[in-house]
């Protein structure tokens, strides 16, 4: 089991950058695929990026491809999401997640995550 907790978030103007981060407590974090998820005011909670245990392969929501670029070091039990090209759609709370999974497997769907981290706030400006 592993316990995540997000950081990074903040306000911002359209155009900027952010990058949010994931500190992983806990055992065996490279035994985990992570996920970057998030939700808006009045919005369900949707996925935004995924990286599997290595690191090798990533999955984007088609909103933000091309502008967010997920990462992993597992060397310090982080997850990074860059956020490049803020818009105000971006705003909402983020959230980490984590789900044991083989090797080079990512998952768009929350029900197949088991940890998840408490949020931090992006908002974005126009």
């Known amino acids: 089991q592993v316990q995540l907790v997000e950081s990074g978030g903040g306000l911002v103007q359209a155009g900027g950058s952010l990058i949010l981060s994931c500190s992983a407590s806990g055992r065996s974090f490279s035994s985990y695929s992570m996920g970057w998820f998030r939700q808006a005011p009045g919005k369900e909670r949707e996925f935004v990026a995924a990286?599997?245990?290595?690191?090798?392969?990533?999955n984007y929501a088609d909103s933000v491809k091309g502008r967010f670029t997920m990462s992993r070091a597992n060397n310090e039990n982080k997850a990074y999401l860059q956020m490049n090209t803020l818009e105000p759609s971006d705003t909402a709370l983020y959230y980490c997640?984590?789900?044991?999974?083989?090797?080079?497997?990512?998952?768009?769907?929350?029900?197949?995550?088991?940890?998840w981290g408490q949020g931090t706030q992006v908002t974005v400006s126009s």
């Open positions: 997640a984590a789900r044991l999974a083989p090797p080079y497997m990512t998952s768009q769907r929350q029900a197949d995550y088991s940890e």
């Open positions: 990286i599997s245990r290595g690191g090798r392969t990533t």
